[in-house]
C-alpha cells in the first residue's frame, strides 16, 4: 500500500537555527496537507498544496510541494519555542482516504 | 461550536473487555474519521464515514466496528480489547473528502489494555 515517509524523526535545535523536515511518498499524490501536533494536544492543520512545484509561505514557515508531487518539505526559519511539536505531512491519491507521514518531532531549546 | 469532541479522554481496559469510544461534531461535516496513533508510526486510520449510514475499512480496521447513524456522532467500538490496541485515538472530521479538505481533530482518547 501507498507508504508516506517522513525525515528526520527528530530533531533538537537551538532557538533561532532554521529546521527543516522532508516528505516522501511511494506513490503519486493528488495534494499535501500538512499538521502540527503539540506535546500532549491533537494535530492541527496548517496548510494544503495541490500544484506540482507549489510553494506556500506562512510567517516563518515555506512549504514546497515537489514537482512530481511525491515530495513535499516544510522549512521553518529563525525557529522559536512555539515551534516544539511534531510535524505531520499527509496525502493521498485523491478520495476519502488521508495517509499520514511518520511526523517529525522539533524541539527547540532556548 | 464545540468543533470535534471525543469521550472518554482516559480509559484503562482488560484484556478482552470491550468499550466504545464516543465521537461528536457540530459542524455539520458529513466525513468523519477514526485513526490511532502509535509513537513512531504517525496517525493510522482506522475507519472512515463519508455520511450517515455509510462506513468503509482504513489502513488497521481489525477488532474495531464503526457505525454513523447520524450526521453528527461516529462511535468506535472495540469488541475483544487486546494490548496491541494501547495507542491513542482521535476521532476527525472534514467538510469533504479527506485527502482535499482540512481535518479538524478532536482531543484524543488515551487508551491502555492490560
Known amino acids: 500500500g501507498q507508504q508516506v515517509m517522513q525525515i528526520p524523526q527528530y530533531q533538537h535545535v537551538q532557538e533561532g537555527e532554521d529546521f527543516t523536515t522532508y516528505c516522501n511518498s511511494s506513490?503519486?499524490?493528488?495534494?499535501i496537507q500538512w499538521y502540527k501536533q503539540r506535546p500532549g494536544g491533537h494535530p492541527v492543520f496548517l496548510i494544503q498544496?495541490?500544484?506540482?512545484?507549489e510553494v506556500k509561505k506562512q510567517k516563518r514557515l515555506t512549504f514546497q510541494f515537489g514537482e512530481a508531487k511525491k515530495n513535499s518539505s516544510l522549512h521553518i526559519t529563525a525557529t522559536q519555542t512555539t515551534d516544539v511539536g511534531t510535524y505531520f505531512c499527509?496525502?493521498?491519491?485523491?478520495?476519502?482516504?488521508?495517509?499520514f507521514g511518520t511526523g517529525t518531532r522539533l524541539q527547540v531549546f532556548p | 461550536n464545540a468543533g470535534v469532541t471525543q469521550t472518554p479522554k482516559f480509559q484503562v481496559l482488560k484484556t478482552g473487555q470491550s468499550m466504545t469510544l464516543q465521537c461528536a461534531q457540530d459542524?455539520?461535516?458529513?466525513?468523519m474519521s477514526w485513526y490511532r496513533q502509535d509513537p513512531g508510526m504517525g496517525l493510522r486510520l482506522i475507519h472512515y464515514?463519508?455520511?450517515?449510514?455509510?462506513?468503509d475499512q482504513g489502513e488497521v480496521p481489525n477488532g474495531y466496528n464503526v457505525s454513523r447513524s447520524t450526521t453528527e456522532d461516529f462511535p468506535l467500538r472495540l469488541l475483544s480489547a487486546a494490548p496491541s490496541q494501547t495507542s491513542v485515538y482521535f476521532c476527525?472530521?472534514?467538510?469533504?473528502?479527506?485527502?482535499?479538505?482540512?481535518?479538524?481533530f478532536g482531543p484524543g482518547t488515551r487508551l491502555t489494555v492490560t
Open positions: 498544496l495541490v500544484k506540482s512545484g
Open positions: 459542524m455539520n461535516h458529513e466525513y
Open positions: 476527525a472530521s472534514s467538510l469533504g473528502p479527506s485527502s482535499s479538505y482540512e481535518q479538524y
Open positions: 464515514s463519508v455520511g450517515a449510514g455509510i462506513t
Open positions: 506513490t503519486t499524490l493528488s495534494n
Open positions: 499527509a496525502g493521498g491519491p485523491g478520495g476519502d482516504k488521508l495517509i
